[in-house]
Every structure is written in C-alpha cells, then in structure tokens.
C-alpha cells in the first residue's frame, strides 16, 4: 500500500468534513459537529486561516487516491512557553486503522514543528480512548496531566 503525506488543500475538506463526522460518531457526539463546510473551508483556506491540515492519501490500484486520515492543527500561545502547535484532530477512517498511517501523520506534524521552532505540541485525548491514549504512549517524551479541567463556554 502506498501511503502518502501531503499538505491538505482546499478539494481535500469535503473528505476531511466526512472523517470528523465518522470521529464524532466514534466518540458517541453525531450531533456535536455543527460546522458547515463552508465555514470549514474558509477557516482553513480564506484569506486568514486559522488552521492547517496533514492529509494521509492511498494509491489504489487503478492508480485513483483516496484521503483516509488527516492530521489538523493551529497554532497557540502560551505565556509561558511561547508559540506551541495545537493538535485538534487526528484521524484515520476506521477501516485503515493500524497500518501506520496515524503515525506517519504524527511524525509530520512533529517535523513541521522543529521546522516552524514551535515550543511543542498539545492536544486532548478523550479519558475513555484507550486505543489513542496507547497510540500517544508510543512517542518519546509524551506527557499525560491529569491536573487540569477542560472548560468551554
């Protein structure tokens, strides 16, 4: 299977759209995605995007690609730290799972964070996602906190 790593881009978020959707259903919250693709598109590629995407795409063997994960992010400021890169999703359709593509998406983003000199790299993990907390587990230096609330308004 031929995997590819590439910058995601403005044809991709249809795609990307139905990966959060499948994520949604996975973590039991259909109903919590409300962005529409629009306004998913213009965040990401209007004239100031305030996220950036990894896409994971296959080769078939009639040569057509298909997208089946993709690792989207943002960039924070922490006070303390300075710039660091915001992990909000990282997905792999359910059927690909296990091949190595997740990560190959979170080897990139770590790249593209030496490159940028981020100060790091965050992001959440759901307490009962066992398969992602072990998937997190693998990488050198990943730290879990157990110490702070998540609050949104």
Request: charged share 25%; aromatic share 14%; net charge negative.
């Amino acid at each position: 299977m031929n995997i590819n790593i590439r910058k995601g881009e403005k044809v991709d978020c249809v795609r990307m759209m139905e990966l959060v959707r499948e994520l949604a259903l996975y973590e039991k919250a259909p109903n919590e995605v409300t962005v529409d693709l629009d306004h998913f598109i213009e965040s990401g590629f209007g004239p100031n995007p305030v996220w950036w995407a990894y896409v994971a795409e296959i080769t078939n063997e009639d040569n057509s690609k298909h997208i089946v994960g993709f690792a989207l992010y943002y960039i924070r400021y922490s006070t303390w730290k300075g710039q660091r890169m915001y992990l909000e999703d990282i997905i792999v359709t359910e059927s690909m799972r296990g091949n190595g593509i997740g990560k190959k998406l979170f080897d990139q983003l770590i790249l593209v964070c030496k490159e940028q000199q981020f100060k790091g790299i965050t992001w959440q993990v759901l307490e009962w996602n066992e398969p992602a907390i072990n998937f997190y587990k693998k990488f050198d230096g990943v730290q879990f906190d157990g110490e702070w609330v998540n609050c949104s308004l």
